[in-house]
Each structure stands twice: as structure tokens, then as C-alpha cells.
């Protein structure tokens, strides 16, 4: 049987041992090897750095700060999202992943995304922005300035204003894209909002008397500490989406003081005008009323103008 000191030498040569030196030579040179072992002389001896070559040398064949990765999803790492960190454990350099520079960006995304519910909103309406609004039209000034100084009473007070916007108009201004703009501010400063399109969650409504789940969606839109409902006055009204979805929303947001946001084709008596009417022609000039007088309690009225973007 041959022994341990022959296969060594056997197995070792000139040419190994040449490679394992000029690999030890290229990780110590490394600038973040270097000042790791810099910042740690003291704790750390030849002995523990050869123990240590493979680690060093992991640690070294990665990206760091994200400059070979293009993007997040290119990632060129071992973890994808994640770099390695060198740390001295029991007398020897081992490595443990953090997460890089995109990594935290895209967990930071996560993080205001999940601060938003939209229910039946389109996507580019959930993706807009303030910095995106086109302030071309004067009253687009006015909406913006607006939906900033909400955001600056909250960022001086820390506390949320009772009153939000109610932004009219016709077709195409840029209402909803408005409501979501303000949605992702707040989101950004991690404050939930929910987005409802109102005329498809009144329709859910009926549908959610059968699945028994009515109550459990009203209590979470009511609810929400910022609400935005939109594209009100566009839904086929009745008495009961009126009086005991809409109504019942607005007069427990109204009594517990939080705020709400709305968009509409419809200015304040145009709106009151179609919810005096129902489905069936009935007119209900009283409950109409009721609700009108819950939404000029949560809301200061904005008119946006400017011309149809969705011609173009």
C-alpha cells in the first residue's frame, strides 16, 4: 500500500502547486481581500489565510457592488440578489451573503408595492407617478399642488389629513392616472392605500352575495387608511349599490375621519343628479342627497381640464 507522503508527492506537482500559488497570489491582491485582512491583522496569521484559500478565493470570483451584473435578473453570483461578505469565524475567514445593492432596491419595490391594493385598476394607472404628469394644462398645476400639500401635511404632522381630493373631468385628462401617482407617493411612505374602479367592484359586489364574501370586501375597502375610489358616477346606479355599498363606506370613512380621494366625469350636482336616478328610473332625490353630503365631507373638490390623452 503506498504511502500518504508519496501519494501527496505524486499527486502535488510542480505544475499544482505552481497554479495554487499564482491563485493565492490573485486573491491576495484583491482590493476587497486586502482590506479585509487589513482591517483584521491583528486576529489574523499566514496559517488561517492558507486555511482559508478556498473561501477567499469564493469570495473574490463574485460580483460585488453589482458591477458584472447588468441587472438583477442577469445576477452572475452563487445567490442571485446577493454578494458575499468575508467574516472571521473560529480562527478562520468564512463568507455570508447579503443582499446587494439591486437586491435591496428590488425588496424596497416589494416593500411599496405591497403598501398598494388596486382592485380592477389597469396596470399603467398603478405605475404612474407626479413626476409624470403632464403640467402642460394650468389645472394640472392646480391637482398636483394639491395632491402634494396632502403629502406635505402628513410629512410635517405625521398625521394623515381628513380631507382628500375629489378630481373631476372629462375623458381621457389624466384623473385615475392622478389617483395613482398620489397612491404610489404614499406608498413610497409606506402608507397603504387601496384603488378601487368603482363601476366593476360594484358589479363584484353582487356577485360577492352568493359567495357569501359581501362583508368581509365592504369592511376591507371601508376600511383602508387612504381610499381612492375611480371613475365614480360611471357605474349603472341602484338603490342598493347606492344606499348600501357606496353609502355604507362613506359614512363609516366620514365618522372615523379618514381619508378619501375620487375621480369623476362628473362635477359635485352632476354627480348628485345621477345618483338621484336609478336603474329603473326611480328617482331618489333625498338619498342621493345623503350621499353627496358624505362626499363633500371627505373631499375638496379639483377640476382637472386638458386634452383627451387617449387620442393620441
Request: aromatic letters at 8%.
Amino acid at each position: 500500500m503506498e504511502r500518504i507522503n508519496e501519494t501527496l508527492k505524486r499527486v502535488i506537482s510542480p505544475e499544482f502547486t505552481s497554479r495554487l500559488d499564482d491563485m493565492k497570489k490573485e486573491v491576495l491582491e484583491n482590493p476587497g481581500v486586502q482590506k479585509f485582512l487589513e482591517e483584521n491583522a491583528a486576529d489574523i496569521s499566514k496559517q488561517i489565510v492558507d486555511r482559508s484559500l478556498s473561501k477567499l478565493y469564493e469570495y473574490k470570483s463574485q460580483s460585488h457592488d453589482c458591477v458584472s451584473c447588468p441587472s438583477l435578473e442577469q445576477c452572475v453570483n452563487h445567490l442571485k440578489g446577493y454578494e458575499p461578505k468575508l467574516v472571521l469565524d473560529r480562527n478562520l475567514i468564512d463568507s455570508e451573503y447579503v443582499r446587494c445593492k439591486r437586491g435591496v432596491i428590488e425588496d424596497e419595490r416589494k416593500k411599496v408595492t405591497s403598501m398598494i391594493d388596486s382592485i380592477h385598476m389597469p396596470k399603467e394607472v398603478m405605475e404612474a407617478s407626479l413626476s409624470g404628469v403632464d403640467l402642460e394644462d394650468g389645472s394640472r398645476v392646480v391637482a398636483v399642488r394639491a395632491a402634494k400639500d396632502f403629502l406635505n401635511e402628513w410629512e410635517s404632522t405625521n398625521v394623515l389629513p381628513v380631507k382628500g381630493l375629489y378630481i373631476y373631468g372629462q375623458f381621457g385628462v389624466g384623473k385615475s392616472y392622478l389617483l395613482g401617482a398620489l397612491a404610489n407617493e404614499l406608498a413610497a411612505r409606506h402608507i397603504h392605500s387601496v384603488v378601487v374602479y368603482v363601476p366593476e367592484f360594484l358589479r363584484e359586489m353582487k356577485q360577492a352575495i352568493q359567495d357569501q364574501s359581501l362583508a368581509e370586501k365592504i369592511e376591507f375597502v371601508k376600511r383602508a387608511p387612504v381610499l381612492m375610489l375611480d371613475d365614480i358616477g360611471a357605474e349603472t346606479m341602484s338603490s342598493w349599490t347606492r344606499d348600501e355599498i357606496l353609502g355604507t363606506i362613506l359614512h363609516f370613512r366620514m365618522s372615523e375621519q379618514l381619508p378619501t380621494f375620487m375621480s369623476s366625469n362628473f362635477n359635485y350636482d352632476e354627480l348628485q343628479h345621477h345618483l338621484s336616478f336609478t336603474q329603473r328610473g326611480e328617482k331618489e332625490v333625498v338619498k342621493a342627497g345623503r350621499i353627496m353630503e358624505r362626499i363633500r365631507a371627505l373631499t375638496t373638490p379639483i377640476s382637472l381640464k386638458g386634452k383627451n390623452w387617449r387620442e393620441n
